[in-house]
């Protein structure tokens, strides 16, 4: 499709307020008479609160109040379910070190800072749950008491085709046990907001939220208001990858603003955000996976034991969503799959960047390595064999829809990295001499893909409003898009200007993206789920055909109307229908659209130290319609970045239910000496006719290959397998003396 | 309290401050200079980058006192009026900033890198940002923006 | 939090502000760590006798057969300082892995060394050099090796209440002598090391002469390994000899299992591998054989 505006690296709208400094995060914000909060933390990862005493903070001169569980209305939340308190009160339990008891409100930041060492609370320690595995023991003490007599809250089962005979068809039988870290998402902007209440009485946030309308949905219940009665505004979002989906500051303000009746403004430091927030699902996982000689896989079994830490945020959506993909975007024709979701004292897990679906890239696609090892087959043609297509049955017994762009991308990285294909069989370059006499070089490959939209029978729907001013001729002078989709920095903005510029046939310049405002811009659902592109776009787009024609009916009719507005509500279901897993079987239709990835990594090995350096790396994205292909590439480089990381250097360390990594200084993301310095983005389009242009989400998708084909580029160089990583230094060192 | 005095991009300013207060702090709420972001508050991530006496420094942890008499300069001192910096365009025509958050200390990084070396090579802005992190952009945008904008100043001929 | 904050013009006047202010005052240099420490809680002084405007102390040259180094002198100028790159490689190359760019801008060697921490790349480089420190006192000045002036992590023998050190000094390296730098650690960039080894070795007429073997953290100071430097004397200076010497280090160095470094086990082999990769590499320098100094 021939388009005019899309496809082009028109200026990000916010870019130039970036570079100069002049964007206002919601930290930059101060108003008149605010005051400042200060959050009182639990002090233990376990624990009944036993007594609080705020009588010291209350007197020291500057305080104004103290905040306790006392004073909120509706003290049980949650994303999902509501299994947290707002703030713990004495008789309460606090579960990890993120629980609150209190929140100290005072005239400055100061006087909060030492009002808070003056709330006095008493513990009782009960035993802290730290090992998922161990937490699901009958006689493991129960995190939540009150939720049941186990600590597993999801059971997700899937039996498809039969397993066992599977398994007697194969040849070959590859079995495996991974566990994947605990990862922080480290948004460089720390969370930080102002609540008030605004001229016509509505309690008002300022902050960086992912899914503000959600926000509402939650704090209005909190403070016993009608949900009209607040509202929040996201002045810009320094990083978020699924970290800020939960609420961090956005209800505390609420509850504030909504207690003192004057502006609050609360700003985390670094060490509340690495402490108090949540973090990525670690996994512990059984896997095994049947092939026949020439490679065509017969079945996979595994067991997925997913760490929820203490409470549920999104662990259940998470999960689901991984474990639809457990296979990957591979053909198998019979599985047997478990997942369990488990309440345990650690830090509370919840989306990150691919939402489940990056740890079960990890297995998946370590199972195909570890096969094309065992089967001596080129892992390029072994993947080529399996891949999905459209019409292939995945592994919930559903049908891929139309614009499978997975072969696509995959050939591409390939071709790109110097493989080969003559008639279907593919082979690897060669990697050309290593740098030094105690350096390894090798090179893999890896896949990845991830549903579009909320699944499994969500509602997904988006709202977007398009008002025309029109000059005298009835031409359009200018586009204001009104859109709830928070721009984390990947560029909502930009792309639904492009978008609209192009249906509306105008120049992208006459498009202006107003600011997320709940009181102001119609709902859009989250940012999240690589959804923004397709969902809002979708919305986007209709509502744009509906302004055009209102439009012409107002030429049409000689009305002298210069302004057109319009609003479209678009259903992710209108395309198909999805569905919850069967409660049994887990068939189920689980998604409404994709995206794809395939990356490859060149790397070094350290045969000595076990330090690895990737040399090279080559990512392809498969993204339907390219809206905007500088924004596609720092997508792509920004989700390798992360993979990296992932991969070789970051560990959110705890021990017992208290976190070891504390600051930036001991959590490792990686720097830019860590990357590699050739990197090379492909992007393919394959259009989904279901998307905007035929456009996909890509935003998660290009994290998802990264560590599978950095690990499996070890496993090339040193001939060790890495299935608990990072892949530190002493992890691959200790593989290689295990090998000697 | 003991006065500061320096010379804030390009003018000179005087202002109050507690003998602890840290020149991030000082420049963010009294001076209203917003732009200088803080991420870690500990000297590990350089959103915070300032340039003193033209060195970068992680102002977050800079004792204010100690640019008395010193040149500072922050990312509101590189543009000149609605004329962007040829590092701040170039950011903006690669397409550089993703969030953002870190980008003002990503420009006071580079701004240091090419007043010093304006033709540096690939590895020479490699280590010119390697005190900056970025969570976003996977650092390939930003390095290109820094080459373009060498090429570009070097053409110009202009000291930056 | 701080109640004043001073910039004393002489070693003199910065000795007299100790001495008047009592406890609660010390010096700060680049003030990289303290504010750090002090942010941690750790740190109790609350007057702040600033050093980086007195003038003389931000020399580096040479005098007398040693390199000076004064007091104010940052990572960065160290690293980029041509007297030390081709005279004493082993501390550029050390003083150039401290921390990111903004930190080696700020940060000093000396401060690297009064705070005393076994993980500092700049004090391994110095103890290599067999560096000395003058410590200024209201008595007077005097040289101390920088070996005596560690009390334990973090604690400098040498009291930033009451006195400060001016300078540092160490020989130049001359012909037939070598050195090298190297380090472990989990990320390339703005990071303490698991490891570092720097070694100083010279050699003539076909045998090494003297080694001197630095290494951190592996002790609660930098670590010099004796045994391995005195039986590497007289070896022929090839890649068998800095392979035994590096194990004879090992052998004797102990790192404890450190929860964010690593397993004790890994970092004692990591210590034969550094130090064999430093050793080697100074052997062909002092050797005369080609590598060259950390700017060539
Ligand atoms: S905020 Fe100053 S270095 Fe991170
Ligand atoms: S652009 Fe977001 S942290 Fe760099």
Redesign the pocket.
């Known amino acids: 499709m021939s388009t005019r505006v899309l496809g082009q690296n028109v200026p990000k709208k916010d870019a130039a307020t970036k570079v100069r400094g002049s964007r206002r995060f919601p930290q930059d914000f101060d108003m008149k008479g605010q005051l400042h909060a200060k959050v009182i933390w639990s002090e233990h990862p376990h624990a009944h609160v036993v007594k609080i005493d705020t009588s010291r903070a209350e007197a020291l001169p500057g305080v104004v109040k103290v905040i306790t569980a006392e004073d909120v209305s509706v003290n049980e939340y949650g994303i999902i379910i509501q299994d947290q308190h707002v703030l713990a009160g004495e008789g309460d339990r606090v579960r990890w070190l993120g629980d609150r008891i209190a929140i100290v409100v005072a005239e400055s930041e100061k006087v909060a800072r030492e009002a808070r060492r003056l709330v006095e609370v008493e513990y009782d320690p009960l035993p802290v749950v730290s090992d998922p595995r161990e937490a699901m023991k009958p006689e493991a003490p129960l995190v939540h008491e009150e939720r049941g007599d186990s600590n597993v809250f999801r059971h997700i089962k899937i039996q498809k085709g039969d397993w066992e005979k599977g398994f007697a068809e194969a040849d070959v039988v590859v079995e495996s046990y991974y566990v994947t870290p605990y990862v922080e998402h480290v948004?460089?902007q720390p969370d930080a907001g102002i609540g008030y209440i605004d001229d016509e009485g509505r309690v008002t946030v300022i902050s960086s939220a992912q899914w503000p309308d959600h926000d509402q949905r939650q704090i209005a219940p909190m403070l016993d208001l009608p949900q009209d009665q607040t509202r929040e505004i996201v002045p810009a979002i320094?990083?978020a990858f699924g970290g800020r989906e939960d609420m961090h500051v956005q209800h505390l303000l609420a509850l504030c603003a909504y207690c003192v009746r004057r502006p609050v403004k609360m700003v985390f430091d670094r060490n509340e955000v690495m402490i108090r927030t949540g973090k990525r699902h670690p996994w512990y996982v059984k896997y095994r996976t049947g092939a026949r000689k020439d490679g065509t896989l017969t079945a996979v079994e595994m067991e997925i034991i997913s760490d929820s830490g203490a409470y549920a945020s999104t662990t259940v959506p998470v999960l689901e969503a991984g474990t639809s993909f457990a296979a990957g975007p591979y053909v198998v024709p019979n599985a047997k799959v478990d997942s369990y979701a488990v309440y345990t004292n650690n830090a509370v897990t919840m989306a990150m960047r691919g939402f489940g679906t990056t740890q079960s890239a990890f297995i998946y696609e370590m199972q195909m390595s570890k096969l094309a090892d065992a089967l001596d087959m080129d892992p390029v043609e072994l993947r080529m064999k399996n891949l999905f297509q459209d019409g292939s049955i995945g592994l919930t017994g559903h049908e891929m829809p139309q614009g499978v762009g997975i072969g696509e991308t995959l050939k591409e990285v390939a071709l790109a990295a110097g493989w080969k294909e003559e008639r279907g069989r593919w082979s690897k370059p060669d990697l050309g001499a290593a740098s030094g006499p105690h350096k390894r070089r090798g090179m893999a490959v890896a896949c990845g893909l991830k549903n579009v939209g909320y699944s499994f029978g969500s509602d997904d729907k988006a709202t977007v409003g398009v008002q025309l001013a029109l000059d005298e001729s009835g031409e359009i002078a200018r586009v204001t898009v009104l859109s709830g989709a928070c721009d984390v920095?990947m560029g909502a903005q930009t792309f639904l200007a492009q978008m609209a510029a192009e249906a509306l046939g105008v120049s992208y310049d006459q498009v202006r993206v107003a600011m997320v405002d709940t009181a102001k811009v119609p709902d859009s659902g989250s940012c999240s789920a690589s959804r923004l592109v397709w969902i809002s776009g979708n919305a986007l787009v209709r509502a744009c055909q509906e302004a055009l024609e209102r439009r012409d009916q107002i030429l049409l009719a000689e009305t002298g109307e210069t302004f057109v507005e319009t609003e479209h509500e678009f259903h992710g279901r209108s395309v198909h229908e999805t569905h919850p897993y069967d409660p049994e079987t887990g068939m189920t239709v689980p998604h409404f659209a994709y995206g794809y990835a395939a990356q490859v990594a060149l790397v070094e090995v350290d045969a000595e130290t076990g330090e690895t350096e990737i040399l090279k790396f080559w990512a392809a994205q498969d993204v339907g319609k390219s809206v905007n292909p500088a924004m596609i590439d720092g997508q792509s480089a920004g989700g390798v970045h992360m993979g990296v990381g992932y991969a070789l250097t970051e560990e959110y360390i705890q021990q017992e239910g208290v976190p070891k990594t504390r600051h930036l200084a001991d959590y490792y993301v990686p720097t830019v000496m860590d990357m590699p310095l050739e990197f090379t983005s492909i992007t393919v389009e394959v259009p989904d006719p279901s998307g905007p242009y035929g456009a996909k989400g890509i935003g998660e998708m290009t994290t998802l290959p990264t560590a599978p084909a950095v690990i499996s580029a070890i496993h090339d160089a040193a001939g060790v397998w890495i299935d608990q990583f990072p892949a530190t230094a002493e992890r691959v060192w200790w593989a290689m003396q295990a090998k000697k | 309290m003991p006065t500061l005095e320096m010379i804030l991009n390009g003018k000179e300013v005087s202002v109050e401050v507690e003998p602890g207060d840290l020149l991030a702090h000082v420049l963010r709420e009294k001076l209203g200079l917003i732009g200088t972001k803080i991420s870690c508050g500990e000297g590990e991530c350089g959103s915070c980058t300032v340039l003193v006496d033209g060195f970068t420094v992680t102002s977050c942890i800079y004792p204010a006192m100690k640019a008395h008499g010193r040149e500072v300069t922050t990312i509101e001192g590189l543009a000149k009026g609605s004329q962007l910096h040829p590092i701040q365009q170039a950011f903006v025509d690669v397409t550089a900033?993703?969030?953002?958050?870190?980008?003002p200390g990503?420009v006071m990084s580079a701004k240091a890198l090419l007043d010093e070396n304006p033709h540096p090579t690939q590895e020479e802005i490699r280590m010119g940002i390697s005190g900056n992190?970025?969570?976003?952009?996977g650092y390939y945008q930003i390095v290109e923006a820094i080459e373009l904008a060498a090429q570009r100043m070097a053409e110009e001929g202009g000291a930056p | 939090m701080w109640d004043d904050y001073l910039f004393p013009h002489s070693v003199k006047e910065a000795l007299d502000m100790l001495e008047a202010r009592g406890a609660d005052v010390r010096i700060i240099a680049g003030g990289t760590d303290l504010a750090l420490q002090r942010q941690g809680g750790r740190n109790p002084a609350t007057v702040m006798v600033d050093i980086t405007r007195i003038s003389g102390l931000e020399r580096i040259e040479e005098r007398d057969g040693y390199i000076h180094v004064g007091a104010r002198v940052t990572h960065a100028q160290v690293a980029a300082s041509p007297l030390i790159r081709s005279r004493a490689g082993v501390l550029a190359e050390a003083c150039g892995s401290v921390g990111g760019p903004q930190i080696r801008n700020v940060g000093t060697l000396v401060g690297n060394v009064v705070n005393a921490l076994p993980a500092a790349d700049g004090a391994i480089g110095l103890t290599a050099l067999d560096a000395q420190a003058e410590v200024a006192e209201r008595t007077g000045r005097r040289w101390t090796p920088i070996s005596d002036l560690y009390a334990g992590v973090g604690r400098c023998t040498v009291d930033s209440c009451q006195a400060m050190i001016t300078q540092l000094r160490f020989k130049a390296l001359g012909d037939g002598e070598g050195d090298a730098f190297e380090r472990l650690a989990k990320r390339k960039a703005l990071i303490l090391p698991i490891l570092n080894a720097a070694v100083v070795v010279g050699v003539d007429g076909g045998a090494v002469k003297s080694a001197r073997i630095a290494i951190g953290p592996v002790a609660t100071k930098p670590f010099v390994a004796t045994d391995a430097a005195e039986w590497l004397i007289g070896q022929a200076p090839d890649a068998a000899a800095a392979a035994n010497a590096a194990k004879l280090a090992a052998q004797t160095a102990e790192p404890r299992y450190s929860l964010l470094r690593g397993s004790a086990e890994y970092r004692k082999s990591m210590v034969e591998v550094l130090v064999r990769r430093a050793l080697t590499r100074a052997l062909a320098l002092a050797s005369g054989e080609g590598g060259g100094h950390a700017d060539s």
Do not use: H, K, L
């Open positions: 948004y460089m320094g990083g920095g | 900033p993703q969030c953002g958050y870190c980008i990503m992190i970025c969570r976003c952009t």
